[in-house]
């Protein structure tokens, strides 16, 4: 099955001459590195294409790579390829472009159907675990560049191959991945992890705020005047959220960011044992079961969706 689609994907991208790589809004490590990794991949093979890897970019997520700036509106005939994302409405960068055709490839539990060619499978641990399994398994060139982002990509979303969704495929790609590509271990955990001072003092912000219910929820709401007062983005909480793993007693633990400039909560939440995803999709929400997230501009929506976690963690617990 698996062969299948990646041939069938493989073929489309030969086809094509013009292809826009996009993902979800508010981009994480593993939505940014696939792009790149794709759109690089597909740039050494086929030289003569046009190949954009578009969507709004994130500061500290420019040393993986430049994203590309493009009328999406003055593209014709284009193949859309879209990762790391399971509803339409969630893709960014793609407002004027009228594809085509296409492609989705995603590792979140379905949600919804783009076209006709779908590679879905939410059993992988990240998006860029699709991706370096369709290089190795296509005649999509394999550099050493792109190995360095696969491999981040794969590390971040699994957080250090620690969650569940990590499996024995995982480390025969990653194998795989090193074997071809001689990937500095040290070097791209260091370009990962590395953060200035002011978010170290973030994190500890958080620490010191965090509030637990008794019945094992974990929350804490950052204002707009807090982001700006340490001089960090609207992303930083995102990419903290799995430092406050293996906590005593807390079994879901969730971020609450308001976005002044933009108007909007920006809510992530992860489990240690509860299934997050359905209530977070009662807030028109979603993700993995044990990963998921929420964005609403609704303050009544933030404190329903607080109360709807703590009794998810009551239920799950038996209390």
Not at 71 to 85: E, G, H, M, Q, R
Not at 178 to 207: A, C, D
Not at 249 to 256: A, G, L, N
Not at 286 to 294: C, I, N, R, T, Y
């Amino acid at each position: 099955m698996t062969s299948n689609i990646i041939k069938k994907i493989a073929k489309k991208i030969k086809q094509y001459d013009t292809i826009v790589i996009a993902r979800h809004t508010g981009p994480d490590p593993d939505a940014i590195c696939s792009q790149l990794a794709l759109r690089d991949s597909i740039k050494e093979t086929y030289g003569a294409k046009k190949v954009y890897a578009v969507g709004v970019g994130v500061s500290k997520f420019k040393k993986y790579g430049n994203l590309d700036k493009v009328d999406t509106k003055s593209l014709k005939n284009a193949l859309l390829i879209t990762l790391d994302v399971p509803n339409y409405c969630r893709i960014d960068g793609i407002e004027d472009l009228k594809p085509k055709e296409i492609i989705k490839i995603d590792h979140h539990p379905f949600e919804e159907e783009f076209g006709p060619l779908e590679w879905v499978d939410d059993t992988a641990s990240s998006t860029c675990q699709l991706i370096a399994e369709l290089i190795m398994k296509s005649n999509l060139k394999l550099t050493e560049n792109v190995g360095n982002n696969l491999f981040i990509g794969m590390v971040s979303d699994s957080d250090r191959f620690l969650l569940s969704y990590t499996t024995l495929q995982t480390f025969k790609i990653v194998t795989n991945l090193m074997e071809r590509t001689k990937i500095n271990i040290m070097k791209q955990y260091e370009k990962l992890y590395e953060r200035p001072i002011n978010e170290v003092r973030f994190h500890g912000y958080i620490s010191e705020k965090l509030k637990i219910t008794e019945n094992g929820l974990a929350y804490v709401q950052i204002s707009s005047e807090i982001i700006k007062e340490y001089g960090v983005d609207a992303a930083t909480p995102s990419n903290m959220i799995n430092d406050f793993n293996y906590i005593k007693d807390v079994i879901v633990w969730t971020f609450i960011t308001y976005d002044e400039k933009n108007e909007i909560y920006k809510v992530n939440i992860r489990s240690r044992g509860p299934i997050i995803n359905e209530v977070a999709s009662k807030y028109n929400g979603g993700g993995h079961k044990f990963a998921s997230g929420v964005r609403t501009k609704e303050k009544e929506d933030i404190d329903n969706l607080i109360k709807d976690l703590d009794a998810s963690c009551k239920e799950y617990k038996g209390i």
